[in-house]
């Protein structure tokens, strides 16, 4: 028989004043609730619903991950007040069409659109968290001057509370999201942060805390510590490009001694109770189609920090790590 996962606990996102949970569900990544791994939609509407059973208020998810109206299906009919809602436009990239224009870059007009359309998929009136999605240097500016003013004119209109910003995994040093954070456009951000990408933590968290920005963490698992011997092989190319010491391939399996009985259970449930302890993040992210990893995400997000000793080695070896953990499928870090 499965042990009922601890109590839910909850924070208050940032400044913004809205509760929400520690675990937050995200819709979108490599499973996209399990559209993206050939579930039915009725078995990810089941993902969403055992998440909100479980406590799980906040959820995270975009238009271009094509889960929006499996959402707002599996919340129709919820108390509104019951959850935190958190969608996406993407900004555009930048392109040239040979007079010197950007026609890669969305407009004012289309962006709204996105956001109209996010909440006829949702079913709702209003948006908790807007964020204007995977926004690299490059197009910093253009979004901030652009696109910002745009929205918030819908803000005022009351179609979403707060304005957010996440990064591209590709800003590997986090170049947007410190821009941001010295604005006065956001108040949320999502950012990549993981035991192998820990640079934000030096260079983002305190920041944050100062200005009373939420900070929503993605990449805590993704396919570095999920997929059989990915890990392995990625520590071993760091250790070959003398980014690591050698002798972390002789402990135990390269994260081994962050397994033991006062320790973690396994390399996953060791990758969410860092993300979730580290001061400066309210909510960590989570996505999956499975109804067994559901649970088992939540509980580890809710069990107590790791062993301060295993904390202070994993930073000291690989804080100085950039950008690992952040690639697509099939390749290696």
């Known amino acids: 028989m499965t042990a009922e996962p601890p109590d839910?606990?909850?924070t208050t996102l940032g400044n913004t004043g809205l509760h929400v949970s520690v675990a937050g569900l995200g819709a979108g990544?490599?499973?996209?609730?399990?559209?993206g791994t050939g579930k039915t939609e009725a078995e990810s509407i089941s993902i969403v619903r055992q998440s909100l059973d479980l406590g799980v208020n906040f959820i995270d998810t975009a238009a271009s991950y094509g889960t929006e109206s499996i959402i707002g299906k599996a919340l129709k009919g919820i108390d509104r007040d019951a959850f935190v809602i958190?969608?996406?436009a993407t900004v555009g990239s930048k392109k040239s069409n040979g007079d010197g224009a950007d026609s890669g870059l969305r407009s004012p007009e289309n962006v709204v659109a996105s956001l109209d359309n996010s909440l006829r998929n949702l079913g709702l009136d209003c948006i908790d968290v807007f964020h204007l999605h995977r926004v690299l240097p490059e197009t910093y500016t253009y979004a901030r001057d652009v696109l910002v003013p745009a929205l918030a004119i819908e803000q005022r209109k009351g179609k979403f509370k707060f304005l957010g910003v996440t990064e591209a995994?590709?800003?590997k040093h986090h170049e947007s999201l410190n821009q941001a954070i010295?604005?006065?456009c956001y108040t949320v951000i999502m950012v990549a942060y993981?035991?192998?990408n820990q640079s934000?933590?030096?260079q983002l968290f305190q920041k944050t805390l100062d200005k009373g920005i939420g900070v929503l963490i993605m990449f805590a698992v993704r396919l570095l510590f999920s997929e059989p011997g990915r890990l392995n092989r990625v520590i071993g190319e760091l250790v070959d490009q003398g980014r690591l010491p050698a002798e972390i391939m002789n402990d135990g399996g390269t994260l081994g001694f962050l397994i033991h009985e006062n320790g973690a259970l396994n390399i996953v449930d060791a990758a969410y109770r860092y993300c979730r302890h580290t001061i400066g993040t309210d909510v960590v992210l989570f996505g999956t189609g499975n109804p067994d990893h559901v649970q088992a995400n939540v509980e580890s997000i809710l069990r107590p920090p790791l062993p301060a000793k295993d904390v202070e080695r994993l930073e000291s070896i690989f804080g100085a790590l950039t950008g690992?953990?952040?690639d697509r499928p099939g390749k290696s870090s």
């Open 86 to 88: 958190s969608t996406k």
């Open 8 to 10: 839910m606990e909850y």
């Open 200 to 202: 934000a933590r030096t």
């Open 182 to 184: 010295n604005e006065d």
């Open 169 to 171: 995994p590709e800003d």
């Open 194 to 196: 993981s035991m192998l």
């Open 324 to 326: 690992i953990g952040l």
């Open 29 to 35: 990544g490599f499973s996209r609730i399990g559209q």
